[in-house]
């Protein structure tokens, strides 16, 4: 047995500000054979919990991290082997006898690997030179970014009414591996400015969009294919609509401005809320698995509201994007009249936008899933980043 058919089930790292994670529980037994895509452990942070699926295909030989442990970013926590480690001496596996000899040889084997194992250099320093957070100046103002991935066509991921970059916590490191991703907060959201400026008007889809490009600009990107969730996906058929020369493809996730209806009382109740009483029925319409709002996503939600300048910013966006419970801006034949290569993925639980939606975009690749409501990225991360990878790689 050789070093390269060993491995290792690390600890994930979701956001750029994760420095650890508590192990809640395995999903699977140890000798279980993994595809890619299994869901094997659940984790919990600061901020949200989730389950982390499988990278890599193999029997899962070791469980190395306990449940109920908080291990740092990058730890051990299991051990794969390829499910032909054990046919590697012929068929002498079927002796008992000589099965016990190699099993007690790959064990020694995978006990030095472990004692010897590190978590890699990156993960340990937290700040690793193609992934971090930064600002770009822009006439829209100062809007925040993460950017990640070093090689690969360039890809803008852009949140919904309300959100941030942290919305594509279990997207940003997948989708990496083989595309260079920005993701940023919109005017008004997370840490970008919350003035209205004059270049902003009114703060409606066109200023929106206007500032999207201009991040584009900021950061040299002069064509990019794009990713939105819900109001971001407006976003992203806006500006394709106003600039086709810019967006190499559509990737529209429980989007909106493919049809008038939209969850007012949803809307209402995230923009006025005050206190954690308040808002975590509002965020529970957000999920299929109302776990995934946990107290500390509520904590943080309540914080970003209660920074100077949001509250009139997501009560100018309510007005001007959804006013009285119907949305203002529909895209849907606009956006494919231009036959950009266009996506839609929906949670077939969506409480907030009708999924009957995706019907309205003609020549668009549509994707319904079960189990997942408005965060769809988030609840079926894997098949999302799958889904947008292909979009534009294949």
Request: glycine share 10%; aromatic share 6%.
């Amino acid at each position: 047995m050789e070093a390269a058919n060993i491995t290792p089930v690390r600890m994930p790292k979701w956001g750029l500000s994760m420095a650890q994670g508590m192990l809640v529980e395995w999903l699977v037994e140890e000798g279980a054979e993994i595809a890619v895509g299994d869901e094997i452990m659940a984790v919990e942070t600061d901020k949200i919990a989730g389950t982390v699926e499988a990278a890599d295909a193999g029997i899962l030989r070791r469980r190395v991290g306990r449940t109920g442990e908080t291990y740092p970013v990058g730890a051990l926590l299991g051990v794969l082997v390829p499910p032909s480690v054990r046919n590697t001496v012929g068929d002498a596996h079927i002796d008992p006898d000589i099965d016990a000899y190699i099993d007690a040889h790959i064990d020694a084997y995978i006990d030095a690997y472990i004692d010897a194992y590190e978590i890699p250099a990156q993960e340990a320093d937290g700040d690793g030179e193609t992934s971090q957070y930064a600002f770009a100046d822009t006439p829209a103002g100062r809007l925040r970014y993460a950017r990640s991935g070093d090689a690969g066509p360039a890809l803008v991921l852009i949140h919904g009414f309300g959100g941030d970059l942290d919305n594509w916590l279990f997207n940003i490191d997948a989708l990496a591996r083989r595309a260079r991703v920005y993701a940023l907060d919109l005017p008004g959201h997370g840490q970008s400015t919350k003035a209205i400026t004059d270049w902003l008007a009114d703060l409606d889809l066109a200023g929106l969009a206007g500032a999207l490009g201009a991040f584009m600009d900021a950061v040299g990107l002069e064509r990019a294919h794009l990713a939105g969730h819900s109001m971001g996906a407006a976003v992203a058929m806006r500006l394709a609509c106003d600039s086709p020369n810019r967006v190499q493809s559509l990737s529209l996730i429980g989007p909106a401005g493919l049809g008038p209806e939209i969850d007012w009382a949803y809307l209402d109740g995230f923009v006025n809320a005050v206190s954690r009483r308040e808002l975590k029925p509002v965020l529970l319409n957000l999920f299929a698995d109302s776990a995934l709002v946990t107290r500390t996503m509520v904590d943080d939600v309540l914080r970003y509201k209660r920074m100077d300048g949001v509250h009139d910013a997501l009560q100018r966006l309510a007005a001007n994007l959804f006013g009285n419970g119907v949305q203002r801006n529909v895209l849907a034949g606009e956006t494919a009249a231009l036959h950009i290569p266009t996506l839609v993925i929906w949670g077939k639980e969506d409480r907030i936008i009708p999924a009957s939606h995706a019907e309205n975009i003609p020549g668009a690749k549509v994707e319904c899933m079960e189990g997942a409501g408005h965060m769809v990225q988030m609840e079926q991360a894997s098949r999302v980043n799958e889904l947008i990878l292909e979009q534009f790689i294949g």
